[in-house]
């Protein structure tokens, strides 16, 4: 089956192209997501419609990812992780941890423009890219830190406090 893209499809193709995939796929993925319609005569005309207008979002779009890649590029996430002797964790860092450290931060990111290949299972620096446009790509660095360790530099920080009310009253 022909259908035409409403929206970019990873692997498959971009806004406002035909292209030729399975029935079922079509059927049961594509058209109810609203992601493509069926390329008939009737709708290849509305098509070349529809291409002036995504280009010139496209455009806009793109502006807006160089603004935000402008304020992404400086940010540093960290992440306080409990980890075995060797720096594995026990647990790992998934692109929805990111997504939600970064909404912390205050930029509203969808986890899914989040390309980590495999969640980040080890303690340490890492360089996360996050695709905000086809054309644009930002990387932001993740650090990966020992809970334990967190923890020792805490507790003599705390040592050097005066004792509480309850402690002297013993």
Known sequence: MEVILKEDVANLGFRGEVVKVADGYARNFLLPRKLAMQATAANKA??????VAAARRSATEKAQAEE????????????TRKSGEHGHLFGS???S?????????????????????????SLGDFKVAI?????????VTVKVLDEAAEEKTAAPAEASEPASEETKSE
């Open 131 to 139: 695709r905000l446009h086809r054309e644009v790509t930002a990387r």
């Open 97 to 121: 941890d990111i997504a939600a450290e970064l909404a912390a931060q205050g930029f509203e990111v969808d986890r899914r423009k989040i390309q980590l290949g495999d969640a980040i299972k």
């Open 68 to 79: 935000l890649l402008a304020k992404l590029e400086p940010v540093v996430l960290s992440f």
């Open 46 to 51: 509305v098509i070349e419609q529809m291409k």
């Open 93 to 95: 860092v998934t692109s």
